[in-house]
């Protein structure tokens, strides 16, 4: 019988998962991890609920860093924060190649094997997603001095674009709130970032912004108007280059894109 562990669909549940899946001593042919839970159970399968362990996934992490590299953590990471029910099982026998291998450090590069490969092109994916959320995110200033920003990201990058936001917005006290995933990255000037979870949009919608953003926004506006030649409009175009999905977060295109 097949032992299912279903884990959290987050980085700490998955590593939870491996971690929880090695240690029950079952035989890796006789184990799957897949994130969720799964109301379509299938025969000849015993399934078990994964809490996740922050404890549990470090030392996996550590495991991975110090056995198989930064290329593979990275890997890792990445796949891990794009959603494809594949996901969960490719990186645990990703792991489990890579820990019986010579040099672990080989695994990255293996991409001929099918869970290796899987990994692979779900990190491809999601760093995609990311970089173009470290360009689009737009940040506005609220009258607490706060920097606030939101997106609605098809795979959860916020672990991901945080670094990215933290070294160059190192002064500033800044949130990214993911709409989807009812989550924030919160950051203090000069200091660390954090994730923050189960936080609801309506606790967001009563901000106000500061006035000089405003006139910022409004400025942007007019600049836009003036400088724009109508019989030279390339709606397709401006639609390849800025699509429509990252608008809706874009204070500058706020009341003024009708399509």
């Not at 969960?88 to 040099?103: K, N």
Request: proline content about 3%.
């Amino acid at each position: 019988m097949i032992r299912v562990f279903q884990c959290e669909d987050t980085l700490t549940g998955i590593l939870t998962g491996v971690y929880e899946a090695w240690d029950s001593r079952l035989g890796h042919d006789n184990v799957r991890l897949k994130t969720g839970w799964n109301e379509n159970l299938e025969l000849f399968c015993e399934y078990v609920q994964v809490e996740p362990d922050t404890k549990k996934a470090e030392k996996v992490l550590r495991t991975v860093r110090s056995r198989m590299g930064e290329e593979a953590y990275e890997m890792i990471g990445y796949a891990s924060a794009y959603p494809d029910d594949r996901k969960a099982d490719a990186i645990y026998r990703m792991i489990v190649l890579g820990l019986h291998l010579p040099d672990g450090k080989e695994v990255s590069r293996m991409l001929t094997h099918p869970d290796v490969q899987l990994v692979f092109e779900l990190r491809r994916k999601a760093w995609h997603i990311a970089h173009r959320y470290m360009g689009f995110v737009r940040f506005r200033e609220l009258e607490n001095g706060v920097l606030f920003s939101e997106i609605d990201a098809e795979a959860d990058v916020l672990a991901l674009i945080a670094p990215h936001f933290a070294d160059r917005l190192s002064g500033e006290h800044f949130m990214i709130y993911d709409r989807r995933r009812k989550k924030a990255a919160v950051h203090q000037a000069e200091g660390a970032w954090v994730i923050l979870e189960d936080l609801q949009e309506s606790c967001f919608l009563e901000l106000s912004e500061a006035e000089q953003e405003k006139e910022f926004v409004m400025l942007w506006k007019t600049f836009h108007r003036a400088i724009g030649i109508d019989a030279r409009t390339n709606k397709n175009l401006q639609a390849s280059l800025l699509p429509k999905k990252f608008r809706s977060f874009m204070p500058e295109f706020a009341e003024m894109d009708n399509g």
